[in-house]
Nanobody, 122 residues
Framework: QEQLVESGGGSVQPGGSLRLSCAAS????????MAWYRQAPGKERELVAT???????NYGHFVRGRFTISRDNAENAVLLQMDGLKPEDTAVYYC????????????????WGQGTLVTVSS
């Protein structure tokens, strides 16, 4: 069973930076599109950033140049560098992988991490 292991969450003051990491197995990582989502208390889960298996990145409208998603192919990990953090960025951040079918009969495999808490407060 595939798993995603997140790390890097914590508390930071407004304007600070954090880097989240999400590790996967090589067989999952190398062909999967990866993403980060977040969910703040009382709100729905929302997309932060995505990166395709080929490295193409897209971001949620609220990111506005503050976050950078990248793939570390040597470590089979997806990273989220967050700079200029604001109190409204406080949320649980989830890693997500979507693997395309690996057989004619198979479907997409979707995997979620357990989440890591990011708190931005003075």
């Amino acid at each position: 069973q595939e798993q995603l292991v997140e790390s890097g969450g914590g508390s930071v003051q407004p304007g600070g930076s954090l880097r989240l990491s999400c590790a996967a197995s090589r067989r999952l990582f190398r062909i999967s599109d990866m993403a980060w989502y977040r969910q703040a208390p009382g709100k729905e889960r929302e997309l932060v950033a995505t990166i395709s298996s080929s490295g193409r990145a897209n971001y949620g409208h609220f990111v506005r140049g503050r976050f950078t998603i990248s793939r570390d192919n040597a470590e089979n990990a997806v990273l989220l560098q967050m700079d200029g953090l604001k109190p409204e960025d406080t949320a649980v951040y989830y890693c997500y992988a979507k693997r395309p079918p690996v057989s004619i009969e198979g479907g997409y495999l979707e995997v979620w991490g357990q989440g890591t808490l990011v708190t931005v407060s003075s």
